[in-house]
């Protein structure tokens, strides 16, 4: 009988706690992602909608948590990888990073790679035929007959998707092999079809971006305290205290106006204004250190990230046109700690993931200031059910191509890892090139026209010139008609 080979054993034992280790690290960082989105969700979620479906709603709203959950996740998984990175570099055989390996972020990559697929295709359809649904004619009412209804269109839908995905890789791949093997569908439709979905995700990123870039500086300015000769808050709370006033007065004495007055509205119209006063009072009570200097740093900083964003994108572009290496693609190996991905070592790095932040507030902030989403906007404590999903849906899209959206655009050097270095468009030179492109025009153009009307409208109401009585432009055709008669 042969002795056993100890060696063999301990390295296989070794393996074994790594993997262990790395299970139990995921899943306390989804714990931790999968609880904020809980509380996150259950501020926006309409009370009224758990009285009546309690348990289909309760159902459906953790199936958005876990897809919100795993959005988030992917918001974080290329800062979260970059940080490791210089970790490792700047301390590389300390004891109680070792945890902190290319096979666990590898690993991560992996599992939010897959459970995007899974929430995309199969869990928020689930969630909205669920929601949706009131169960077969003839069969039993109740949450079972609802499942079987919603298996039922999910598996339809699913057969959809699966052939449409089959006929557009076979109009884009000539393979006959790929026309004729409807069983890859793990190893080849479903990439592709992620692939797709990404791709998407990214021109979505084109478009809400620079929009958002240009709508953070008003967003802000909202937010933030303006000096005294940018704002005159005690004309806006006289002007809120009239307004109320005359609402007041309206609901006090309904008859005196002879059109019908839709009280609900007038009651809501003074509970928007009291809310407008308080924040107000708010505001004028702020110190000349908050008024004088936060302001002005805020939108110092904005301008920076802002102006570095398109100058890294310019200087990116160049590369492409010089060196082949700019070209993102996916890294082969899990080995991490070997090399910086910036030229200026830590500091570069924070400086990465610092803008790669600052764009997916941008793109959140485009997306729900453009016209064609402004919809989705939810609402504290009156978001439908059905609206939840759809804005889980949107976040996931958003945040699942933000790596691509990233290493596309040459805000980090940092390759793709897992999956997401598989799809076919990120080699195609032209797509990258013209995507660069039109990412900085785009944003230099919202920004040029932000600035000059908000520097022009800025400098009216300095001087005053908003309180003058400038005519309208329906005005001067209806006096010529009165001249006329």
């Keep these: 009988m042969e002795a056993p080979d100890y060696e063999v054993l301990s390295v296989r034992e070794q393996l074994f706690h790594e993997r262990i280790r790395e299970c139990i690290i995921s899943t306390l960082l989804f714990a931790t992602l999968y609880i904020l989105c809980h509380i996150f969700?259950?501020?926006?979620?309409?009370?009224?909608e758990f009285t009546t479906d309690a348990t289909v709603n309760k159902i459906a709203l953790e199936l958005c948590t876990f897809t919100l959950a795993i959005a988030l996740g992917a918001v974080l998984l290329l800062p979260f990888s970059i940080i490791s990175n210089e970790v490792l570099l700047s301390l590389p055989r300390n004891y109680y990073i070792q945890w902190l390996n290319g096979s666990l972020i590898h690993g991560l990559w992996n599992l939010v790679f897959l459970f995007s697929n899974l929430s995309l295709i199969f869990l928020m359809p689930f969630a909205y035929f669920f929601t949706e649904s009131e169960g077969f004619a003839g069969s039993r009412k109740g949450v079972l007959g609802r499942v079987y209804e919603t298996v039922v269109m999910l598996m339809l839908l699913t057969l959809l998707v699966l052939g449409m995905v089959w006929v557009a890789s076979a109009i884009v791949d000539k393979n006959k092999a790929n026309r004729e093997s409807l069983y890859d569908f793990w190893e080849y439709y479903l990439p592709y079809l992620y692939s797709c979905i990404s791709f998407l995700g990214v021109l979505l990123l084109l478009v809400c971006t620079p929009l958002g870039l240009a709508r953070m500086?008003?967003?802000?300015?909202?937010l933030l305290v303006k000096p005294r000769l940018l704002e005159d808050l005690e004309e806006q709370l006289y002007c809120s205290a009239f307004e109320e006033a005359a609402l007041t007065r309206r609901i006090c004495n309904p008859t005196s106006c002879w059109l019908p007055l839709d009280m609900e509205l007038l009651h809501r119209q003074v509970l928007a204004l009291q809310t407008q006063r308080v924040l107000l009072e708010k505001r004028r009570k702020a110190s000349a250190w908050q008024r004088n200097l936060g302001y002005p740093l805020a939108m110092l900083c904005l301008l920076v990230l802002t102006g570095l964003s398109v100058l890294i994108v310019a200087i990116h572009i160049l590369e492409l046109l010089i060196d082949e290496a700019a070209m993102p693609r996916g890294m082969q190996g899990t080995s991490l700690g070997q090399v910086s991905f910036s030229k200026l070592g830590s500091f570069g790095a924070v400086i990465q993931v610092v803008l790669i932040f600052y764009l997916m507030v941008s793109s959140v902030v485009g997306f729900y200031s453009s016209p064609l989403f402004r919809s989705l906007r939810p609402r504290w404590h009156d978001t439908a059910m059905t609206q939840i999903i759809?804005?889980?849906?949107?976040?996931?899209?958003?945040?699942s191509a933000l790596p691509v959206f990233s290493r596309t655009l040459g805000l980090t050097r940092f390759d793709l890892l897992g999956d997401f270095g598989r799809f076919n468009w990120l080699g195609n030179f032209y797509i990258v090139f013209l995507y660069n492109a039109a990412?900085?025009?785009?944003?230099?153009?919202?920004?040029?026209?932000?600035?000059?009307?908000a520097v022009r409208a800025e400098l009216i109401r300095a001087f005053g010139l908003d309180r003058l009585p400038l005519p309208v432009s329906g005005f001067p055709q209806a006096s010529r008609k009165t001249q006329h008669q």
Aim: aromatic share 10%.
């Design 439 to 453: 990412f900085a025009g785009l944003t230099t153009l919202c920004l040029v026209k932000t600035f000059t009307a």
């Design 41 to 48: 969700l259950t501020r926006f979620k309409k009370p009224a």
């Design 217 to 222: 500086f008003s967003v802000t300015g909202k």
């Design 390 to 399: 759809g804005n889980c849906v949107c976040l996931l899209v958003l945040s």
